[in-house]
């Protein structure tokens, strides 16, 4: 996973808008303990998480989720049966209320 600033656009004037270019801010190593397809990105603040879904030869689905605080770089990974934007949001703010 890669992690960017973006500046979106900046206004001179009423009619002439310029956009910048994007600047790598890290570049994160899917963690060995969260293998498969990294979707599902949400963004609170200085957290960003990911849902990562796994499925092995018995066609059995593991998801998880990965927090990546962007100030410190610490990371968490939080297993769970179901994923979905409603699992991120509440997973980011336990993080945010933990620490991380």
């Not at 009423?14 to 190593?29: G, P």
Request: glycine letters at 6%; a positive charge; charged letters at 15%.
């Amino acid at each position: 996973m890669q992690i960017y600033d973006i500046q979106l656009a900046k206004r001179f004037g009423c009619s002439h808008t310029s956009y910048s270019s994007t600047t790598l801010r890290k570049s994160i190593a899917q963690p060995d303990n969260a293998s498969g397809a990294m979707h599902e990105v949400a963004i609170h603040g200085p957290l960003v998480a990911v849902v990562v879904t796994d499925i092995d030869e018995l066609f059995n689905l593991s998801h998880k989720i990965l927090i990546v605080n962007t100030i410190t770089w610490t990371r968490k990974i939080v297993q769970t049966r179901f994923f979905g934007v409603g699992l991120i949001c509440h997973s980011l703010y336990a993080s945010l209320m933990s620490g991380i």
